[in-house]
C-alpha cells in the first residue's frame, strides 16, 4: 500500500454519524448518572467513561472506556462491550475504576436506555487473579494512571463550615493562642481575631495553623474558600462547556476560570438585591466573561 | 489536527496524517526493529507497517481522534494504541515459530502424548481434559530451574526459545502440574513466559539488602577469582531476565517516588513494573553470590556514565542486542 493509497483510505474514514450528532447537540446536558457514556476532561487530558454509580461524596464512579486501544491477544484483562450505537467500536475496563469529580463531566456521549444494567454487568465482571507478568497490567495501569490524574484535578477551595477556629483545634484556650501565634508569628490581637472567627485564615496561614496542631491538609476554612452552594454549581457540567472555551483562550488552567467565576459571583451577590439566584448568577458571570 | 478532523469530519487532513504517522515511528521505536513483521524473515519499511496499521484501525480511528481534546493528548493515544498493536503483531509472529518448536520438542519425546486430530497434549497416560487457573501452569514453569537462553545461528535468524532439553523440561512440568490435556497455544504462552524470565534457581530480590542473611552461602574459602566471577554471572542472569524498563526499576524497588520518576511514569504503571521485576526475580538463582557486590555490579552495569569496559557491561552488550533477553510489554 502506497502513501497515496493510505491517504486515500484515510479521506473515506469518517466520524460515525451518532458520535457526529452527539457532539452536535450539546446545548442540553443531562445530569450525570448510572449508565451513561461521557468524555471526561481537566484541562488537556481527556478520557471516556461509563458512569457506574454516584457516591457518598457527591462524585461519581466510572470505568474506563477507549476505543482503538485493546489489551494484547495473550492477556487475561478483562474487558467488555459497551453496547452503544454513539461509537462504532468501545470497551469497558472492569480493572480501571475511580471515583470522578462532576467537575471532569465533560460531553454526554450517550445517555440512552440501551446501556441499562451496562454498570452492573462491569460490576460483577470477574477479574482473574493477575499475574504480575501479564501483558496487559501494563496497559491497565497507563489508564488507571490518566483517570487518577482527572480525579485528583484541584477543585475550588470552599468553606467547610461557619465554626470559629477555636471549635475546631485541640487544647485549651490558652496553648491555642500561643501555638497559633508562634506558627504565624502575629500578635496576640490578630491570633484571638482569628480564633474567634472574626478574620479568615490566608492559604499560608491555614497550611502553617494545619502543620503545627497535626491536622489534615485541607482540613481548617480559608479566606479564599468560597461558598460550598457556588462552588457546586460551578462543577455542574452544564457550565463545562464554557468553562473550557473560556479556559483554552485564555490559555489557562479551568482552575483559574472557576475562581474568576466565584469571585464574580460573590461580587455580583453582594451587590445585587433580591430576584437572582445562584445557578443565574453563574451563567450570568460566565457569560460576562466570554 | 483535532480541528481538522472536527471539520472535516474525515482523517484525510495532512495535519492528521502527518500526526499519525509520527505517533505510529515513535511507538515503533519502542519495538525492537527485528520483531516488527519477521513472517518472511526480511525486514519491511517501517512505513509499510504503518499502512497495515492504519487499514486495520480505520474503522476506530475517526471516533478516537474526534473526541481528543489537543494534539498531545490525539499523540498519545496513537502512539499507545500503535505500541500494543505492534507489540502484539510482533507477539503473533513470533508465537507461529515458538509454537512449532514447542510441538516438535512435544512430538520427539515418548513422554508427551497428543489427543489424536487435536492440539492437545498432555503427559503419557493421562485421561482428563485441563480446565484449572492459567497461574498454576505459570508457576510451574517458574519452578524450572537452570533454563539457559536461546541463540540464534546467525544474524538474520530468530534466536531459539531455548535449548530443546530445557523445553523438555518445562514442559514436563507444566504437563505434570496440570495434570490434564493443555492446549499448545496455552503451552505455548506459558514457555514463553518462563523462557524470557530465563536461569536457574530461586532467589528473592527482597533478600539483596539483607546480606546477612546469605551469608551462610558463601563458601568461605572460596578464591577470589571464582567468586568474583559468580558475582559477574548472578549479576548478569538478574539483567538478563529483565527488559530495558524492568533494568531501571531495579534500583528503586524500594523507593515508590524514586521508581515513578526513573521510568518516567504514574503510580500504577510504576507499581504493575516493580511487581514484574519481583515476580521475574524469583526465577534467579543467587546462590554463592555476594549480594551487595552484585548490586554494586548492577549499579556499574547500568549507570550510564560508566566506563562500560567492566566484564558484566561487556557481556551485557550482546544481550542488550538480543531480543531474545527482552521481556516485553
Known sequence: ?290 | MVQEVASSGDLGGDATYALLDASFRAAARQVPAGLLDPVDSRPRPVADVFHSFLLDKLDVLPDELRLCVSDTQAAALVERSAKYWLIDRARATDRGSHRHALEKVLRGSDEFEQRPALPLWALTGTVEDWAGNPATLHQAARGVTGVRPGRAGNDTQRPALAPRADLRRILHAVLAAAAGFVHIDALTTVVRDRVRAWTAGTYNIEAMSEPEQYAALHAQDRHEDEQAERDVEVAEAVLAALDAHERVALLHLHDSAALQAALGVAKSQASVVRARVRTRLECVDVTDADPERVLELIRAALDPEGDRTDPLSVRLRSLQDDPNGSGGA
Open chain 1, 1 to 290: 500500500m502506497s502513501e497515496y493509497d493510505a491517504r486515500q483510505a484515510l479521506a473515506s474514514a469518517t466520524v460515525s454519524p451518532g458520535l457526529h450528532q452527539a457532539l452536535a447537540n450539546r446545548a442540553s446536558v443531562p445530569v450525570v448518572g448510572p449508565d451513561q457514556l461521557w468524555r471526561i476532561r481537566i484541562d488537556d487530558t481527556a478520557m471516556l467513561v461509563l458512569t457506574l454509580s454516584a457516591t457518598d461524596t457527591g462524585q461519581m464512579l466510572v470505568t474506563a472506556v477507549t476505543i482503538s486501544t485493546a489489551p494484547p491477544a495473550d492477556s487475561d484483562v478483562v474487558t467488555l462491550p459497551v453496547p452503544t450505537g454513539v461509537l462504532r467500536h468501545a470497551r469497558a475496563w472492569p480493572g480501571v475504576q475511580r471515583s470522578v469529580p462532576l467537575r471532569a463531566f465533560d460531553v454526554a456521549l450517550d445517555t440512552g436506555g440501551h446501556l441499562s444494567g451496562t454498570a452492573a454487568t462491569v460490576q460483577r465482571a470477574v477479574q482473574v487473579a493477575p499475574d504480575p507478568l501479564d501483558p496487559g497490567l501494563l496497559l491497565q495501569a497507563e489508564l488507571t494512571d490518566d483517570l487518577d490524574r482527572i480525579a485528583a484535578s484541584p477543585g475550588l477551595p470552599f468553606q467547610q463550615d461557619t465554626a470559629a477556629l477555636k471549635d475546631r483545634l485541640p487544647g485549651t484556650s490558652a496553648s491555642q493562642l500561643a501555638a497559633v501565634q508562634a506558627a504565624l508569628g502575629i500578635g496576640q490581637a490578630q491570633a484571638m481575631a482569628l480564633l474567634r472567627g472574626t478574620r479568615s485564615l490566608s492559604a499560608e496561614q491555614a497550611a502553617a495553623v494545619e502543620a503545627a496542631f497535626g491536622l489534615d491538609a485541607g482540613s481548617l476554612a480559608m479566606a479564599e474558600g468560597y461558598p460550598s452552594d457556588v462552588v457546586a454549581e460551578l462543577e455542574q457540567p452544564r457550565h463545562k462547556a464554557v468553562i473550557v472555551a473560556l479556559a483554552s483562550h485564555r490559555r489557562c488552567s479551568e482552575l483559574d476560570i472557576r475562581k474568576e467565576a466565584a469571585q464574580r459571583e460573590r461580587a455580583l451577590a453582594a451587590r445585587s438585591t433580591a430576584g437572582t439566584d445562584l445557578a443565574a448568577r453563574i451563567a450570568y458571570v460566565l457569560g460576562q466573561m466570554q
